[in-house]
């Protein structure tokens, strides 16, 4: 059974059940994707120790420590969270993976051929919930070996309002929902930033700050909702042929973070 966590302030609230988040509110306005919506499946993930697909290269990862096995965005959503600590404004979850350690691939038989997923490093995986007024941040911390190559995306869904007229904006850039629905499976790609803000059109506009990630992708397919997700790296221009050359190395921890800033 899953349990559910709520976290409150004087203005905003918070869901999260298993670490993910189902809802965040500003006096009642709900601005997360729900879970059975047109859309998604989710309402929030994370893409660890790959983001992308891997199933034109076989689904091989090279590493130093040999091949690994890697659907999809990765094996980290194939674990369970553990609840490590809880209060009135904030909660703390933690994945732990053992190396080598196959795992069941969700997605076979009917989105993959590979059964079993697995990584040749240990690693610990921190999502943590801290509540703030009219703001949300969550940090995520991972403990690896010094020189772990990895990639870390983090997936959350945003609802909008149905009508195809929202918009984002950057330093640099204006994106509209149009601009997102063709870039289509590949994903919209805002590189070299740590800020974006999504204009709603009814109610607040809602600011993302990360620390860590430095790009975004942006993904939908329906006017309900939107997919704003910082990223390490963007792989729809590589060959899935995955290798230390174009990911992340692990420093023993490695910290990020992503706000969520009701305007």
């Given at each position: 059974?899953?349990?559910?966590?709520?976290?409150?302030?004087?203005?905003?609230?918070?869901?999260?059940?298993?670490?993910?988040?189902?809802?965040?509110?500003?006096?009642?306005?709900?601005?997360?994707?729900?879970?059975?919506?047109?859309?998604?499946?989710?309402?929030?993930?994370?893409?660890?120790?790959?983001?992308?697909?891997?199933?034109?290269n076989?689904?091989?990862v090279?590493?130093?420590?040999?091949?690994?096995?890697?659907?999809?965005?990765?094996?980290?959503?194939?674990?369970?969270?553990?609840?490590?600590?809880?209060?009135?404004?904030?909660?703390?979850?933690?994945?732990?993976?053992?190396?080598?350690?196959?795992?069941?691939?969700?997605?076979?038989?009917?989105?993959?051929?590979?059964?079993?997923?697995?990584?040749?490093?240990?690693?610990?995986?921190?999502?943590?919930?801290?509540?703030?007024?009219?703001?949300?941040?969550?940090?995520?911390?991972?403990?690896?070996?010094?020189?772990?190559?990895?990639?870390?995306?983090?997936?959350?869904?945003?609802?909008?309002?149905?009508?195809?007229?929202?918009?984002?904006?950057?330093?640099?850039?204006?994106?509209?929902?149009?601009?997102?629905?063709?870039?289509?499976?590949?994903?919209?790609?805002?590189?070299?930033?740590?800020?974006?803000?999504?204009k709603?059109?009814d109610?607040?506009?809602?600011?993302?700050?990360?620390?860590?990630?430095?790009?975004?992708?942006?993904w939908?397919?329906?006017?309900?909702?939107?997919?704003?997700?910082?990223?390490?790296?963007?792989?729809?221009?590589?060959?899935?042929?995955?290798?230390?050359?174009?990911?992340?190395?692990?420093?023993?921890?490695?910290?990020?973070?992503?706000?969520?800033?009701?305007?």
């Amino acid at each position: 059974m899953k349990s559910e966590i709520q976290l409150k302030n004087s203005n905003c609230s918070v869901i999260i059940t298993d670490g993910e988040l189902l809802s965040f509110k500003k006096e009642d306005i709900e601005f997360i994707h729900q879970k059975g919506s047109r859309g998604w499946r989710n309402s929030d993930d994370e893409m660890f120790p790959i983001i992308g697909p891997t199933s034109k290269n076989n689904f091989n990862v090279h590493t130093k420590k040999g091949i690994a096995k890697q659907d999809q965005h990765g094996l980290l959503r194939e674990l369970n969270y553990s609840l490590v600590s809880i209060n009135k404004d904030s909660a703390n979850f933690i994945k732990k993976y053992k190396k080598n350690t196959k795992i069941k691939n969700s997605k076979f038989p009917k989105k993959s051929s590979e059964e079993e997923l697995f990584w040749p490093y240990d690693f610990t995986f921190q999502k943590n919930f801290k509540l703030k007024k009219d703001l949300l941040k969550i940090e995520f911390i991972i403990i690896s070996e010094i020189g772990m190559p990895f990639m870390l995306g983090y997936h959350p869904a945003f609802l909008l309002s149905n009508s195809g007229k929202e918009t984002l904006e950057t330093e640099a850039l204006k994106i509209s929902i149009k601009d997102v629905y063709t870039a289509g499976s590949h994903a919209f790609p805002v590189f070299n930033s740590d800020k974006i803000t999504l204009k709603n059109i009814d109610k607040n506009d809602l600011k993302i700050t990360t620390k860590g990630f430095n790009n975004f992708m942006l993904w939908t397919e329906v006017d309900n909702m939107l997919c704003i997700e910082p990223i390490t790296q963007y792989t729809s221009y590589t060959d899935q042929k995955f290798s230390e050359k174009n990911m992340s190395l692990s420093k023993g921890i490695n910290r990020f973070s992503v706000q969520f800033k009701i305007l």
